[in-house]
């Protein structure tokens, strides 16, 4: 297990310099993060390995230039597994959402080629009917299209034409705009668009238009074709395949389906690089000197962009107040935004603190029925105590019952 503590950014007279066996450690006088806190979080995150419900992962907290990153645990249970690292790559899941397809719709929308208001049917003309006419790219970001969850695994099925065929004959069990449901389907769809409107693989147009920019270079999707697989976490042994083992492989079944690339998952990355894309969402969608998004896509993934109707909070990407919110935790406020992925993925900024933290894990490991969810609540809430000085208190009293 590595520890890291640093100060990202700061003068040699604003920090002082401790050691620990191993790593270097680098404070302000007057830090942004409590470090007794650190080791609640450790106790948590170590809990539940202990308890077998996941066999590692890597959190990252950082504010204000102070950073806190700890990898545990190893790649699986069996003896002689691998440590897991700093360094380890994860299948990400549905953070794919958020950091690969909402973001190059909004760059569509930057560039002029995308209307956030118009009918998918107008980039789509193959969804038309059954109720799909009225919904709007924003209903896709939002979640409140009415479409169903997923697509069906039955009859067996295969490559991105089928799943587009699939997705478009989905009927809206909801008028869109009337509800919120999360929804794979949305986000196939946006990855398609996607392709369809730039000319280019959401893949190939994320790393392009993001990845690189921000210098996220262990992010992206089919990752074997980049790294050897003893970089990359192991997910699942599939039941009825001879127990083959996902290392390297998307997870998600969906997605594996489409050749590893679907706007509903397929990213893998390293809590490196989601802290990078954290940063360039805090510092309005630019980082060192870079503008990967406006200042009003990052407003319109952040904040609510649902309808007056519609209980849950989301934004155009982000989710903020909904039944998934469990990562906010106790004490960080609604206005705090982020997402989770299936495989025990979690990326959680607060603005008003100018908090984040990243939770990267295999908790699908090995057959997928591992459940950590009260680990999502419990870091939220000792991410937000480690924060020094800051009232979550008096925020809480700007948003009562919530």
Same mark, same amino acid.
């Given at each position: 297990?590595?520890?890291?503590?640093?100060?990202?950014?700061?003068?040699a007279?604003?920090?002082?310099?401790?050691?620990?066996?191993?790593?270097?450690v680098?404070?302000?006088?007057?830090?942004?993060?409590?470090?007794?806190?650190?080791?609640?979080?450790?106790?948590?995150?170590?809990?539940?390995? $202990?308890?077998?419900r996941?066999?590692?992962?890597v959190?990252?907290?950082?504010?204000?230039?102070?950073?806190?990153?700890?990898?545990?645990?190893?790649?699986?249970?069996?003896?002689?597994?691998?440590?897991?690292?700093?360094?380890?790559?994860?299948?990400?899941?549905?953070l794919?959402?958020?950091?690969?397809?909402?973001?190059?719709?909004?760059?569509?929308?930057?560039?002029?080629?995308?209307?956030?208001?118009?009918?998918?049917?107008?980039?789509?003309?193959?969804?038309?009917?059954q109720?799909?006419?009225?919904?709007?790219?924003?209903?896709?970001?939002?979640?409140?299209?009415?479409l169903?969850?997923?697509?069906?695994?039955? &009859?067996? @099925?295969?490559?991105?034409?089928?799943?587009?065929?699939?997705?478009?004959?989905?009927?809206?069990?909801?008028?869109?705009?009337?509800?919120?449901?999360?929804?794979?389907v949305?986000?196939?769809?946006?990855g398609?668009?996607?392709?369809?409107?730039?000319?280019?693989?959401?893949?190939?147009?994320?790393?392009?238009?993001?990845?690189t920019?921000?210098a996220m270079?262990d992010s992206?999707?089919?990752?074997l074709?980049a790294?050897?697989?003893?970089?990359?976490?192991?997910?699942q042994?599939?039941? $009825?395949?001879?127990l083959?083992?996902l290392?390297?492989?998307?997870?998600?079944p969906?997605?594996?389906?489409?050749?590893?690339?679907?706007?509903?998952?397929?990213?893998?990355?390293?809590?490196?690089?989601?802290?990078?894309?954290?940063?360039?969402l805090?510092?309005?969608?630019?980082?060192?000197?870079?503008?990967?998004?406006s200042?009003?896509?990052?407003?319109?993934?952040?904040?609510?962009?649902?309808?007056?109707?519609?209980?849950?909070l989301?934004?155009?990407?982000?989710?903020?107040?909904?039944?998934?919110?469990?990562?906010?935790?106790?004490?960080?406020?609604? $206005?705090?935004?982020?997402?989770?992925?299936?495989t025990?993925?979690?990326? @959680?900024?607060?603005?008003?603190?100018?908090?984040?933290?990243?939770?990267?894990s295999?908790?699908?490991?090995?057959?997928?029925?591992?459940?950590?969810?009260?680990?999502?609540?419990?870091?939220?809430?000792?991410?937000?105590?480690?924060?020094?000085?800051?009232?979550?208190?008096?925020?809480?009293?700007?948003? &009562?019952?919530?």
């Open positions: 297990m590595r520890v890291l503590l640093r100060a990202i950014a700061m003068t007279s604003a920090c002082i310099v401790l050691s620990t066996a191993g790593c270097a680098l404070a302000p006088r007057t830090a942004p993060l409590d470090a007794a806190r650190f080791a609640q979080i450790d106790h948590a995150i170590d809990s539940v390995i $202990g308890e077998r996941m066999p590692g992962a959190f990252h907290l950082e504010r204000a230039g102070m950073a806190y990153q700890k990898a545990f645990g190893s790649y699986s249970y069996e003896e002689g597994a691998a440590a897991v690292t700093p360094a380890t790559v994860f299948d990400a899941a549905s794919t959402k958020i950091v690969a397809t909402a973001p190059s719709v909004l760059l569509l929308a930057e560039d002029g080629r995308i209307a956030l208001d118009a009918p998918l049917v107008r980039y789509l003309p193959e969804c038309a009917g109720g799909r006419d009225p919904i709007t790219v924003r209903h896709l970001l939002t979640h409140t299209s009415g169903p969850a997923g697509l069906p695994a039955m &009859p067996a @099925w295969q490559g991105l034409a089928r799943a587009l065929e699939l997705a478009c004959s989905r009927t809206p069990t909801d008028a869109p705009g009337s509800a919120f449901r999360y929804s794979d949305n986000y196939i769809l946006l398609e668009l996607v392709r369809r409107v730039s000319g280019t693989p959401l893949d190939r147009f994320a790393r392009e238009r993001i990845f920019p921000l270079r992206g999707f089919v990752p074709a790294f050897d697989a003893v970089r990359i976490a192991p997910t042994r599939l039941p $009825g395949d001879g083959r083992l290392q390297g492989e998307v997870h998600d969906t997605a594996r389906r489409m050749e590893g690339v679907a706007g509903s998952a397929g990213l893998f990355t390293t809590a490196h690089d989601l802290a990078r894309f954290a940063r360039m805090l510092a309005g969608g630019e980082l060192d000197g870079v503008r990967v998004l200042r009003d896509s990052v407003r319109l993934m952040t904040t609510a962009q649902t309808g007056p109707g519609i209980v849950a989301r934004g155009m990407g982000m989710d903020i107040d909904s039944p998934f919110a469990r990562p906010r935790g106790k004490l960080f406020p609604v $206005g705090s935004y982020g997402h989770t992925g299936f025990g993925c979690i990326l @959680w900024i607060d603005p008003a603190s100018g908090t984040f933290y990243v939770l990267l295999n908790r699908v490991y090995p057959d997928d029925q591992n459940n950590i969810l009260d680990l999502y609540t419990r870091l939220g809430t000792l991410s937000a105590k480690a924060v020094a000085g800051f009232d979550f208190a008096a925020l809480h009293k700007t948003n &009562p019952g919530k």
